[in-house]
């Protein structure tokens, strides 16, 4: 069920993007997200239903070198502008039911566009394995995985329903705590590859409206026993102090964060996860999301560092 449509609405800046830019990270370095072994289980055969977990994900052993690939699991919740509380942006744009014209996933800079045209990352074919609940409320899903020497890197891409925000910030902070199942089967040469995401992700990432201000779930996930994926990027306004106490909750390390109001647009994924993947320690990773975010946006250098905060502050 992976989606193949191409977005081809134009997208607008908003107009909040440079200002309000509170607090920072400074020079704050934050250990790089590694992982740890994962106990060893069964899994469900990829590309049938498969019920949302409260137990932690079993799975190989868990770190990139360990199982030869690293995955960075992001969750994208659709620019609505009916059912969340954002600035309204035009109507193609802002259809929360719609992935492939989302300000968010099919626009110029949403993530399904922009990673497709970037040369930094590939489309890949695979089959996905979700819950029925979540099928009904995803509109969109894509694999990618690095180009040239990144070809062990990958990022799953999903795109939740607009008016399911409350649906998709659980499922992130499930996946934080190791708590959300997800196989995808690729096939490769002769024979098929299992990635394992959600909970056994590497790195997972929340891109969209701040939900936790106006939606947030009824219930926090918690740490569940064994590893969790190494950290968490949350790319939403004011995303630091709405989504700490959730974060250690779930036993996941922030890595990026953000302080102020911003545009939650994929150039700054596309940077973070093209420093991530090959390595860089957590103060490049913030350095290349600042570099990114002053280049779209036009906006100074200095103010673009304030804005992401680097680890847990």
């Known amino acids: 069920m992976i989606d193949i449509a191409r977005g081809k609405s134009r997208t607008v800046f908003w107009a909040c993007c440079c200002l309000a830019l509170l607090g920072g990270c400074g020079n704050e370095t934050a250990p ?28 190989t ?19 609505d502008n ?8 035009p109507a193609a744009l802002g259809n929360g039911q719609d992935a492939a014209g989302n300000l968010h996933w099919g626009a110029m800079y949403g993530v399904k566009t922009f990673f497709h045209k970037s040369g930094r990352w590939e489309e890949v074919t695979g089959e996905i394995a979700v819950s029925l609940q979540d099928r ?14 990144a070809n062990n890197v990958y990022v799953l891409a999903e795109a939740y329903d607009g008016s399911k925000m409350s649906l998709a910030l659980r499922r ?8 959300l199942v997800r196989t995808v089967a690729v096939g490769r040469g002769r024979g098929q590859v299992i990635l394992r995401a959600g909970g056994a992700a590497d790195l997972v990432c929340f891109v969209g409206h701040n939900g936790m201000m106006d939606d947030p ?4 996930p918690t740490d569940g026993p064994g590893p969790n994926p190494g950290g968490a990027v949350v790319l939403a306004c004011k995303s630091a102090p709405y989504f700490a106490e ?25 940077a973070v996860l093209h420093a991530w993947g090959a390595g860089e320690p957590a103060a490049t990773i913030h350095l290349r999301a600042a570099e990114a975010y002053a280049k779209y946006q036009k906006c100074r250098l200095a103010a673009a560092k304030n804005l992401f905060v680097c680890g847990g502050r």
């Open 136 to 149: 009904g409320a995803l509109r969109a899903m894509t694999l990618f995985r690095g180009a040239g020497r």
């Open 246 to 270: 959730p974060l250690r909750r779930a036993g996941c390390p922030p890595l990026i964060t953000t302080s102020g109001l911003m545009a939650p647009e994929a150039y700054t994924l596309d």
């Open 217 to 220: 779930p009824a219930h926090l």
């Open 32 to 59: 790089i997200p590694t992982r740890t072994a994962r106990r060893t289980a069964a899994s469900r055969p990829a590309g049938t239903p498969t019920a949302q977990s409260t137990q932690p994900v079993a799975g």
């Open 61 to 79: 052993p868990a770190s990139g070198a360990a199982r030869g690939y690293r995955l960075a699991h992001v969750i994208v919740c659709l620019c």
């Open 172 to 179: 992130f902070l499930e996946a934080a705590a190791g708590r």
């Open 82 to 89: 009916k059912h969340q509380g954002i600035a309204p942006v």
